[in-house]
Structures are given as C-alpha cells and as structure tokens.
C-alpha cells in the first residue's frame, strides 16, 4: 500500500468524478497530491474528504500543508478547513530564485480530531 511513499502528484479536475478518483488512489498508495480545480465547493469538499480519510487511514497526531505566498484561494481553503497557519514552519524554496513569488512557501497544521 506503499508504492507511491514519497512521491508528490498534481491532479488537475481532482476535486470531483476521475480526477477525485485519482487523486484518492494516489493517497491511498502513500503518495501526496495537490488538488486543482476551478470549483471552488467541490475543491473544499474533495479536500475535507481527504483529511477524513487520513484520520480513518493513518496514525498521525498531525496533517501538515504547504502552499506559496501568493496563492490565498489555497490558504484561504486551508483556513476553512480549520488548519492553523505555522508562520515558524514557513521557508523559502531553495530551488526558487530570489524574487519569484514561488519562493515563499508558508505551512499550515491540524491535529487530529479527539
């Protein structure tokens, strides 16, 4: 069940039909995935749902995110979903240049539910 352990995946449509499908495949496999979709509901619900498998699915105290600066409809989701933002957690990519607003990464937490 661990075939995609540290593999990270982009699923675009991953918040409803296939692309949902997919990207709960690759979750199950062990893999990380980011989630875009245009429908903003959809991309909420389809998030929720992966947060209720992990607390089904795996023993951790904690989920953890990232995402850039920049994008606020990511951390924005992160925050309706009750996630807590980590500002001592938040780096720089060190693969991005300086000045590009990619580089900021910011890290968001939640514990697991009593």
């Known amino acids: 069940m661990a075939q995609l352990s540290g593999?990270?995946?982009?699923?675009?449509?991953g918040a409803s039909g296939i692309g949902r499908?997919?990207?709960a495949r690759i979750v199950a496999e062990g893999g990380r995935v980011a989630l875009w979709?245009?429908?903003e509901g959809r991309t909420r619900e389809a998030a929720q749902a992966s947060l209720d498998w992990a607390w089904a699915n795996i023993d951790a105290a904690e989920i953890v995110a990232i995402t850039v600066q920049d994008n606020a409809a990511s951390w924005g989701l992160m925050e309706r979903l009750g996630m807590v933002r980590?500002?001592?957690g938040e780096f720089d990519h060190p693969l991005v240049p300086e000045g590009d607003p990619l580089r900021r990464h910011i890290l968001y937490r939640i514990a697991?539910?009593?």
């Open 7 to 13: 593999k990270a995946a982009v699923v675009t449509g």
């Open 112 to 114: 697991r539910p009593a």
């Open 21 to 23: 499908a997919v990207a």
């Open 37 to 39: 979709d245009k429908d």
């Open 86 to 88: 980590d500002v001592g």
